[in-house]
């Protein structure tokens, strides 16, 4: 009897609990999730989402180039002769208009010598020709007063004086005055004379200045052509065999050439930012562009670019191979998303897919910009603050519901 109540009381207890259970009310939280068509939370596809927002966007290439003086020119002897001395060896540093050596000519001396001993005797024939020119004046102004003082005895007292008399006076006074001209030139020649002897000695002096071989600029001794004795022909053709004395390079100043493609020519502007990274000392150079050739080589495909950069400290030395970076675009307000968000199709066109607030798949065309490794500028299609899906979205269709979870924003660096 006893443990028939005891099973009683325990199968009450059973249906009290169990009708509480399913009598009970719901809360919110635990109530399933449905959208407007008809579908639960989570039914929906989950997507990965960036949002579009503004960042520095900067387009680069890196091209390899070799540092070469900023000028370098083998030093010709203007004259021939014998290297009497040499004033540098490979090494030295040398300033603009330094002897770097002296030749040995003694025709030169000789030239000037003799046109000095010109300019003498030049002088001496002025003197003369002067002289001659005094002495014509005179009979010229007797002659001629002669000539005047019978015609006008002609012309006042007529048959005083006889007509034949007065025809040889103004033969005689034409003939002085043929006379003086005539030494006038003379004379005049005589000075031209002096001129022109003037000027040849002043290139025979020019010439034997020339026996200095002064250095063009400022720079170092690359290279030894000629020793003290050396029989050095005139450089004055570029189809002679002249040797070179020396080869001075500008190391103060050095240049970069860079070649690059055609496809970034246009965007090769001279002020351009560079990164000049030197891989041999491990050190990274800030430079600009210089100038450019503003033409494609043909040959290669490519446009001669130009960086100079400061070597003050000879820290550089040309022959060393440098990676530079050329900033080819930038904007500091891009608006970017990630790479990986774009779909390009066959026809060439890029578009992505857009997540509305509410959750709804949107197909847009864009028109892309500056682009990196990471990240891409939209120019048109795309607004700041939008999300793009990142992730696989081969097989969303615009319309679609999804539900989308954040990656981040795309204006992080």
């Given at each position: 009897m006893k443990?028939s109540?005891?099973?009683?009381?325990?199968?009450?207890?059973?249906?009290?609990?169990?009708?509480?259970f399913?009598?009970?009310?719901?809360?919110?939280?635990?109530?399933?999730?449905?959208?407007p068509?008809?579908?639960?939370?989570?039914?929906?596809?989950?997507?990965?989402?960036?949002?579009?927002?503004?960042?520095?966007?900067?387009?680069?290439?890196?091209l390899?180039?070799e540092?070469?003086?900023?000028q370098?020119?083998?030093?010709?002897?203007k004259?021939s002769?014998?290297?009497?001395?040499?004033n540098?060896d490979?090494?030295?540093?040398?300033?603009q208009?330094?002897?770097?050596?002296v030749?040995?000519?003694?025709?030169?001396?000789?030239?000037?010598?003799?046109a000095g001993?010109?300019?003498?005797?030049?002088?001496?024939?002025?003197r003369?020709?002067?002289?001659?020119?005094?002495?014509?004046?005179?009979?010229?102004?007797?002659?001629?007063?002669?000539?005047?003082r019978?015609?006008n005895?002609?012309?006042t007292q007529?048959?005083?004086?006889?007509?034949?008399?007065?025809?040889?006076?103004?033969?005689?006074?034409?003939?002085?005055a043929?006379?003086?001209?005539?030494a006038?030139?003379?004379?005049?020649?005589a000075?031209?004379q002096i001129?022109?002897s003037?000027a040849?000695?002043?290139?025979s002096?020019?010439?034997?200045?020339?026996?200095?071989?002064?250095?063009p600029?400022?720079?170092?001794?690359?290279?030894?052509?000629?020793?003290t004795?050396?029989?050095?022909q005139?450089?004055?053709?570029?189809r002679?065999?002249?040797?070179?004395?020396v080869?001075?390079?500008?190391?103060?100043?050095?240049r970069?050439?860079?070649?690059v493609?055609?496809s970034?020519?246009?965007?090769v502007k001279?002020g351009?930012?560079v990164?000049?990274k030197v891989?041999?000392?491990?050190?990274?150079f800030?430079?600009?562009?210089?100038?450019?050739?503003?033409?494609?080589?043909?040959?290669?495909?490519t446009m001669?670019?130009?960086?100079?950069?400061?070597?003050?400290?000879n820290?550089?030395?040309?022959?060393?191979?440098?990676e530079?970076?050329?900033?080819?675009e930038?904007?500091?307000?891009?608006?970017?998303?990630?790479?990986?968000?774009?779909?390009?199709?066959?026809?060439?066109k890029?578009?992505?897919?857009?997540?509305?607030?509410?959750?709804?798949?949107?197909?847009?065309?864009?028109?892309t910009g500056?682009?990196?490794?990471?990240?891409?500028?939209?120019?048109?299609?795309v607004?700041e603050?939008e999300?793009?899906?990142?992730?696989?979205?081969?097989?969303l269709?615009?319309?679609a519901?999804?539900r989308?979870?954040?990656?981040?924003a795309a204006?992080?660096?």
């Amino acid at each position: 009897m006893k443990k028939s109540w005891i099973l009683v009381v325990a199968v009450a207890v059973i249906g009290a609990g169990a009708y509480w259970f399913w009598t009970r009310p719901v809360s919110s939280a635990a109530a399933p999730m449905v959208d407007p068509g008809g579908k639960s939370a989570g039914d929906l596809p989950t997507v990965s989402v960036t949002t579009a927002t503004r960042r520095d966007m900067t387009k680069t290439v890196t091209l390899t180039a070799e540092f070469i003086p900023f000028q370098e020119v083998d030093v010709m002897a203007k004259i021939s002769g014998y290297v009497q001395k040499i004033n540098v060896d490979v090494g030295d540093r040398v300033k603009q208009g330094q002897v770097l050596a002296v030749l040995e000519s003694p025709e030169m001396r000789d030239d000037l010598i003799r046109a000095g001993a010109s300019i003498e005797r030049n002088k001496a024939d002025l003197r003369r020709a002067t002289d001659e020119v005094q002495r014509a004046q005179s009979g010229y102004d007797m002659t001629h007063l002669t000539y005047g003082r019978l015609s006008n005895v002609m012309k006042t007292q007529p048959g005083l004086v006889a007509q034949q008399e007065v025809d040889d006076a103004q033969a005689k006074d034409q003939i002085a005055a043929s006379q003086l001209a005539a030494a006038k030139s003379s004379l005049s020649t005589a000075e031209e004379q002096i001129k022109i002897s003037e000027a040849d000695q002043t290139k025979s002096r020019t010439m034997l200045d020339y026996t200095k071989v002064l250095a063009p600029f400022d720079g170092v001794v690359t290279k030894r052509y000629a020793d003290t004795g050396s029989m050095i022909q005139a450089g004055t053709s570029s189809r002679s065999q002249a040797l070179p004395i020396v080869r001075i390079s500008e190391n103060q100043l050095l240049r970069l050439v860079l070649p690059v493609p055609e496809s970034e020519a246009g965007l090769v502007k001279p002020g351009r930012d560079v990164d000049v990274k030197v891989p041999s000392i491990d050190k990274v150079f800030k430079a600009r562009v210089s100038r450019i050739a503003d033409k494609v080589d043909t040959s290669t495909r490519t446009m001669h670019v130009e960086v100079d950069i400061p070597n003050g400290n000879n820290t550089l030395i040309p022959g060393m191979y440098a990676e530079v970076t050329v900033d080819l675009e930038r904007d500091a307000e891009a608006i970017a998303v990630p790479v990986a968000a774009l779909k390009s199709a066959t026809d060439g066109k890029r578009s992505v897919t857009v997540v509305d607030p509410n959750g709804t798949v949107e197909i847009r065309n864009v028109d892309t910009g500056i682009e990196s490794s990471q990240w891409v500028q939209i120019l048109h299609g795309v607004k700041e603050g939008e999300r793009v899906v990142t992730g696989s979205h081969t097989q969303l269709l615009a319309g679609a519901r999804v539900r989308a979870e954040n990656e981040g924003a795309a204006g992080g660096k």
